[in-house]
């Protein structure tokens, strides 16, 4: 006898379906399970069986053929063991239902019959949508999360025996409900926040600029001067995510198994790699393709401490999902693509000892040494930085001070109002922010007035900037305007974007 029942494998960021087809043939026990399945899925053999005689139901003494297809597609994760062991009881004649036509499953089975989570449950919810399956049975844990994506009902069991009620219709469980926007409005919870920094304006004022337009950041100073403190705390100052974007970011960690238990991301990623992270880790990818630092970071921050520190090889991994907000990765079998539109932070030593110019301290490193510690940053990665700031050590005056600063939610609102008037500035571009702007863009949004185009012209005198410079101060300047609500770019705003360009000419950003 055969059974059907549909499923999902996960591949990258998007669930192929998978047609699970269980036959009991004639002949001495056996139980083989073919479709190109790794060794998680033919293990599954053992798991199904105990559930099966743990749950109370009789597995069939027959020889049992699970076929998962397409048969050119690697099946790998333990999501198959439920809809497997769903087939063989609906072949053997203990299941009788019309639902297997309506419903997919997946879910990880134990040797006593309970329904353990799996991973990528949200993008299995939005394959089941696209297949125009009425529902998707999934495990408890992962109910919520699944039920993120609408017009599909989302039933959640705890153990085998429960699905197989589900199926047979002697138990009719509810489905899942989750207000994606209600968690949203609650709130992601205490944060960081740009009132606990003490004095560096010029690099707060920075951190406001490069939020509103969305631009990279370069922050260099000598160890103690607040450069993680304030990277931290940028999330706090970005504008609150809405509900496509939240759901965006949790099926990238749903496929990740980074979910911890909450159903939904409702806070803009920080992520902050150890400098010693290989370039796989980095950009993603493995013998299983899994998302990396880079991915995880999506539609929020991705803070490299120690910039010099990482490898040559993955720091040039970021160059292309700086420029193109994806990352793809290829495999013998499988090419999968991770999106990655985040804002790289990045921080630095001045040199190796890190007090070079600090005042404070002496500075031992020769002047060769400090040149190949710079030299390990390519030019075409600095390239791809807008804002390059120093940040001094505090004076002790500044250090003991107890004044009132200013704390992240009026500068969250201006960056906010400053986004708004780039997303209508853009609408038809494709485009959310200033830092995405190509050369035609620059050349018709980014025009200075008279008097500022003056300056630009004497800056490029005196400062020797090349014209890639120039492109990132004109962007720079456009989100200071969009920031005062200028509708054009005044001299005070090319100004301020000057001055995040002045080590330029102190030749630390190599090939400008």
Sequence with gaps: ????????????????????????????????????????????????????????????????????????????????????????????????????QDY?????????????NVNGALAMAEGARRSRLRGLVV????????????????????????????????????????????????????????????????????????????HNLLMIGPPGS??????????SILPPLDVGEAIEITRIYSVANLLNGSCLIARRPFRSPHHTISHVGLAGGGASPRPGEISLAHL???????????????????RQPLEDGRVSVSRALVSVTYPSRFMLVAAMNPCPCGYLGSGGH?????????????????????????????????DKKELMSNRTREASAPVAARVAAARQRQMKRFREDGIYSNSQMRARQTQRFCRPNEAAA??????????????RSHQRILKVART?????????IQPAHLAEAISYRSIDRRGWLGAA
Excluded at 226 to 235: C, D, N, V
């Design 1 to 100: 006898m055969l059974a059907r029942l549909e499923s999902h494998a996960v591949v990258g960021m998007d669930a192929c379906p998978v047609t699970v087809e269980a036959d009991l043939g004639r002949g001495l026990p056996a139980f083989s399970i073919v479709g190109l399945p790794d060794a998680s899925v033919r293990e599954s053999r053992e798991r199904v069986r105990s559930a099966v005689a743990n749950s109370e139901f009789d597995f069939p003494l027959r020889r049992i053929t699970v076929n998962l297809a397409p048969a050119d597609l690697r099946k790998e994760g333990p999501q198959f063991d439920l809809p497997i062991a769903l087939s063989l009881l609906s072949a053997s004649g203990q299941i009788k239902s019309s639902l297997f």
């Design 104 to 116: 997919g499953a997946a879910g990880e089975l134990s040797l006593d019959g309970a329904v353990r």
């Design 139 to 214: 495990p408890e844990a992962n109910a919520r999360e699944a039920a993120l994506i609408s017009g599909v009902e989302v039933i959640g069991v705890s153990s085998l025996r429960q699905a197989v009620a589900f199926f047979s219709g002697k138990e009719k469980l509810q489905p899942a409900r989750v207000d994606a926007a209600a968690l949203l409005k609650a709130g992601p919870g205490e944060a960081p926040d740009l009132a606990d920094v003490k004095g560096q304006e010029h690099a707060r004022r920075a951190l406001e600029v490069c939020a509103a337009g969305g």
């Design 226 to 235: 607040g450069k993680t403190m304030l990277a931290r705390r940028l999330p």
């Design 300 to 318: 929020g921050v991705l803070f490299l401490d120690e910039l010099p520190e990482f490898s040559r090889l993955a720091l040039e991994t970021l």
């Design 362 to 394: 002496a500075c031992a490193c020769p002047p060769q040494r400090v040149a190949s510690y710079r030299g390990r940053i390519s030019g075409p990665l600095m390239d791809r930085i807008d804002v390059a700031i120093e940040v001094p050590c505090l």
């Design 454 to 467: 003056r300056l630009l012209e004497s800056a490029i005198d005196r400062l020797g900037l090349s014209a």
């Design 480 to 488: 200071i305007a969009d920031l005062d609500g200028a509708g054009e």
